[in-house]
C-alpha cells in the first residue's frame, strides 16, 4: 500500500529565512508525488509535482520540491518565506499505472514569523 | 468558470440523520474524489471513482455511501451509522492520468458536517 509521512506537525520559520517541509513516501511502482496548500476553511490548492525527470521541480509562488529517489524524499523548498505562506502543506503521491489513488500526509503547519 | 461546487458549505445534522453532502464539477474530469479532514489526522479517502457508474471504498468508506450517475456529479451520504461524522468533507477531481495528465486533484472549498 502507497503511504506518505510529514514528520513535522509544525514548521516555524522567521520572514525572510529559506524554508524546508519535509516529506517521505512509500509505493512499490514508480512514485507521482504533489504538494498541495490549504489556507483556513478552504479547500487544497496544488502548488507543484513530480512525475519524472529532473530531480529538481519548481511550482506555484515560488516554491520548489527536491526528489531524491534513494531517500524516498520530496522536501519543499522555498529560498526566501513570506508571511502569506502561512498556511497548512500536505504531501501527496499516487502510483504509476493502476486505480486512481491518491494518499495525503498528515499536513504540516507553516508559521512565518515577521 | 470552470471549477468544482460544494454544497452546502455548512450543514448541521441531529444524531440518527442521513445527510447528503453535493459535488459538482464542470471540468469535464473522469476521476473524483471524497476526502474527510480531521485536525492532525490529514485527509483521509472516502470514496473515488474513475468513471460513471463505478466507484472504489477508500481507507475509511464505513458509515458512507456515494453514487456516480453521471460524470460531473459525485454526491456523498453520510449515514447514521458513520459513529464520528462531523469533519470536513472536501470534493475533488482530477483527469485520468495519461502521459499527458498526471493526475493532479482539484479541490472544492468543502463541507463542514457538525453533528448536534
Known sequence: AQSVAQPEDQVNVAEGNPLTVKCTYSVSGNPYLFWYV??????????LKYITGDNLVKGSYGFEAEF?????????KKPSALVSDSALYFCA???DGGYQKV??????KLQVIP | ???ITQSP??????????????CEQNLNHDAMYWYRQDPGQGLRLIYYSQIVNDF??????EGYSVSREKKESFPLTVTSAQKNPTAFYL???SPVADLANTGELFFGEGSRLTVL
Do not use: M, W
Open chain 1, 93 to 95: 503521491v499516487r502510483e
Open chain 2, 9 to 22: 458549505k455548512y450543514l448541521f445534522r441531529k444524531e440518527g440523520q442521513n445527510v447528503t453532502l453535493s
Open chain 1, 38 to 47: 490549504q489556507y483556513p476553511n478552504r479547500g487544497l490548492q496544488f502548488l
Open chain 1, 103 to 108: 494518499t495525503f500526509g498528515t499536513g504540516t
Open chain 2, 91 to 93: 470534493c475533488a477531481s
Open chain 1, 68 to 76: 531524491n529517489k534513494s531517500q524516498t524524499s520530496f522536501h519543499l
Open chain 2, 1 to 3: 468558470d470552470g471549477g
Open chain 2, 56 to 61: 472504489q471504498k477508500g481507507d475509511i468508506a
